[in-house]
């Protein structure tokens, strides 16, 4: 056994990459852009034929049952509070007893002061759905979420029209003297 000269010990280099490595990098890097022409390629292709196709998968552009569709839109519109309470003009009759909803139907709700205006065919009625009032609003806010209704504007009888003429006097309101 001969012994070799020891060697002095030079500094850590990095490694050049040799020719199996240079040819990976090469390898890759062609292969990044050949995916990207192809995908260039399927983008003008599809743009000539007017547009993607809808696949297997289910995406935004498949049609949608009419019941979703709405719902999306009054989700997306911010309407849940108007259609909740539509809902509500068209269950009065559940809501309030079919003798009340006999005498009082909802006219309108005004969405900004979350007031709900309702009309009486008497005086009578009228009164007793002010008394009512207070249980309506809790019953509703219940159904619809709390805070939607505030307030249960009551209002009378329309009183027949104003008419003018020559028999009537000076200051005179007529027989609407005698509702609402």
Same mark, same amino acid.
């Given at each position: 056994?001969?012994?070799?000269?020891?060697?002095p010990?030079?500094?850590?280099?990095?490694?050049?990459?040799?020719?199996?490595?240079? &040819? @990976?990098? $090469?390898?890759?890097?062609? %292969?990044? +852009? *050949? /995916? &990207? @022409?192809? $995908?260039?390629?399927?983008? %003008?292709k +599809? *743009? /000539?034929?007017?547009?993607?196709?809808?696949?297997?998968?289910?995406?935004? /552009?498949?049609?949608?049952?009419?019941?979703?569709?709405?719902?999306?839109?009054?989700?997306?519109?911010?309407?849940?509070?108007?259609?909740?309470?539509?809902?509500?003009?068209?269950?009065?009759?559940?809501?309030?007893?079919?003798?009340?909803?006999?005498?009082?139907?909802?006219?309108?709700?005004?969405?900004?002061?979350?007031?709900?205006?309702?009309?009486?065919?008497?005086?009578?009625w009228?009164?007793?759905?002010?008394?009512?009032?207070?249980?309506?609003?809790?019953?509703?806010?219940?159904?619809?979420?709390?805070?939607?209704?505030?307030?249960?504007?009551?209002?009378?009888?329309?009183?027949?029209?104003?008419?003018?003429?020559?028999?009537?006097?000076?200051?005179?309101?007529?027989?609407?003297?005698?509702?609402?």
């Amino acid at each position: 056994m001969t012994e070799q000269p020891a060697r002095p010990a030079q500094p850590a280099t990095p490694a050049e990459p040799s020719g199996v490595d240079l &040819a @990976r990098v $090469a390898l890759r890097a062609a %292969k990044e +852009q *050949a /995916r &990207a @022409r192809g $995908a260039a390629a399927q983008q %003008k292709k +599809q *743009a /000539r034929r007017g547009g993607l196709r809808s696949g297997a998968r289910a995406d935004g /552009r498949d049609p949608l049952p009419l019941g979703a569709a709405i719902s999306r839109l009054i989700t997306e519109r911010g309407w849940e509070t108007p259609a909740a309470v539509g809902g509500v003009m068209g269950r009065w009759p559940q809501m309030v007893g079919p003798e009340v909803a006999q005498h009082c139907e909802p006219q309108r709700y005004d969405e900004d002061a979350r007031v709900l205006t309702v009309r009486c065919d008497s005086t009578a009625w009228a009164t007793q759905l002010r008394l009512l009032a207070p249980q309506l609003v809790a019953r509703l806010n219940a159904d619809l979420g709390q805070g939607t209704v505030k307030l249960i504007k009551v209002l009378g009888p329309g009183g027949p029209a104003r008419r003018y003429g020559p028999l009537r006097a000076p200051g005179s309101r007529g027989p609407g003297d005698t509702y609402g």
